[in-house]
């Protein structure tokens, strides 16, 4: 009886620590991004004092302070990325000439044929900076970065290769390759070449075949036959087993379907976007965060990983606004809403932790016990997005 007591009051005091704040009007949905945004900017601010050195890109808080990589790391877009919103939040040119500096960092990148991952490390940090200021030289970057990004796409697989560190036989693609996509698409409609967008609609296509379960969840690796295409093995890299369903390849999936589906207009993308988030969704535990594998071993007794959450949010919101149907449209939405108000509580942003990132519960790999349970930047930049994006659908149904 005591022990149902206490039960009952932890309970209640998480739940209160949970909802106190659950926004239910548009205002104060939007009061609760502002005040959201407002801590991530001065985050941001102290991270630039605290780093300095605009060679240096914060990838994740350990132990202390931010551990930085240099300019190739696959992460190094993301930081300028987050001071680009920043800037766009302050319109404050501090915030410009910093977000300039650490982009500038990433010159070297667009020659870079070494990996998939320059569509995350350009496109965050070029292309935002591009959206807000027109400088046509980020323009010229991004397009060489599509040129080189092309280098790796394969014919005979339909296929931008993924990783080079495997056997050089192999040809490994990744779900997370399908970020690397908006790059392209952008590129091509942007004085770019009509190749590069059908190498990305090709890319997307052998996915979906190859990729995507009858369940709407997916591997994360595929091994495929460089010379005939033909698939070698369905394989897990960071999730929970090869046919685990990996939360942060998941959410890839989501965001990147739903992006191809606004390149592309086309109906099977906006499919295979559906069935990803109804997984994503459906799976998800109480607190809408969910755990870094949906199958992982000891649930719940396993982290979270908060930047599933983010990057799932931001690609769900985009989905509610390009569904047709009303009523799928607001179901997407309120999923992304839950995710969101979760995430902007106590329980993931850093507001009492004394890190300097945004939001704290992110998993780089578990079964390689890397970066686990930590802050991880990619977190923040798609957390940060998913609340401008859901401002703007806000301020878009009120009419301000
Ligand atoms: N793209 C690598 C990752 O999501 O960890």
Redesign the pocket.
């Known amino acids: 009886m005591k022990r149902t007591i206490i039960a009952f009051i932890i309970c209640f005091a998480l739940g209160s620590l949970m909802c106190s704040k659950a926004p239910k009007t548009d205002s104060e949905w939007i009061t609760l991004i502002d005040e959201t945004l407002d801590f991530a900017v001065s985050q941001l601010g102290k991270s630039i004092e605290i780093v300095q050195d605009s060679t240096a890109f914060p990838r994740n808080v350990d132990k202390g302070e931010w551990y930085t990589t240099n300019a190739y790391g696959?992460?190094s877009g993301f930081f300028p990325g987050c001071l680009w919103y920043s800037y766009e939040v302050t319109q404050d040119d501090y915030f410009k000439k910093q977000a300039e500096r650490w982009t500038d960092g990433l010159i070297e990148q667009q020659f870079n044929d070494g990996t998939h991952?320059t569509g995350?490390m350009v496109f965050c940090s070029y292309g935002n900076g591009y959206r807000l200021t027109k400088n046509p030289a980020y323009k010229s970057i991004i397009l060489q970065t599509a040129e080189t990004l092309v280098s790796r796409f394969n014919p005979n697989v339909g296929c931008i290769k993924s990783w080079d560190w495997m056997n050089p036989d192999d040809f490994p693609v990744?779900i997370?390759n399908m970020?690397n996509l908006e790059l392209l698409f952008w590129a091509s409609k942007n004085g770019g070449k009509k190749e590069w967008y059908d190498i990305a609609v090709k890319h997307a296509d052998t996915t979906i075949k190859n990729h995507l379960r009858e369940d709407g969840s997916c591997p994360h690796v595929i091994k495929y036959d460089s010379n005939t295409g033909e698939v070698l093995e369905k394989i897990t890299q960071?999730g929970a087993a090869d046919n685990s369903a990996w939360s942060?390849?998941q959410a890839?999936g989501v965001y990147g379907y739903t992006m191809t589906y606004r390149e592309t207009g086309e109906f099977r993308f906006l499919e295979a976007a559906k069935s990803m988030a109804d997984f994503f969704i459906t799976h998800l535990p109480n607190d809408n965060v969910p755990y870094w594998d949906f199958y992982a071993p000891n649930i719940p007794k396993e982290p979270k990983d908060a930047?599933a959450a983010a990057i799932a949010a931001s690609g769900i919101l985009e989905l509610s606004q390009l569904c047709e149907d009303p009523e799928l449209s607001q179901k997407y939405l309120d999923a992304a809403k839950q995710i969101l108000q979760n995430l902007a509580s106590n329980a993931y942003l850093t507001k009492k932790s004394g890190k300097h990132s945004v939001l704290d519960h992110c998993v780089?790999?578990k079964p390689g016990d890397s970066e686990v349970d930590i802050p991880i930047i990619?977190a923040d930049y798609y957390f940060i997005e998913s609340l401008f994006r859901l401002k703007a659908i806000l301020n878009d149904t009120s009419g301000s």
């Open positions: 696959w992460t991952d995350f990744i997370d970020m960071q942060r390849g890839w930047s780089g790999s990619y």
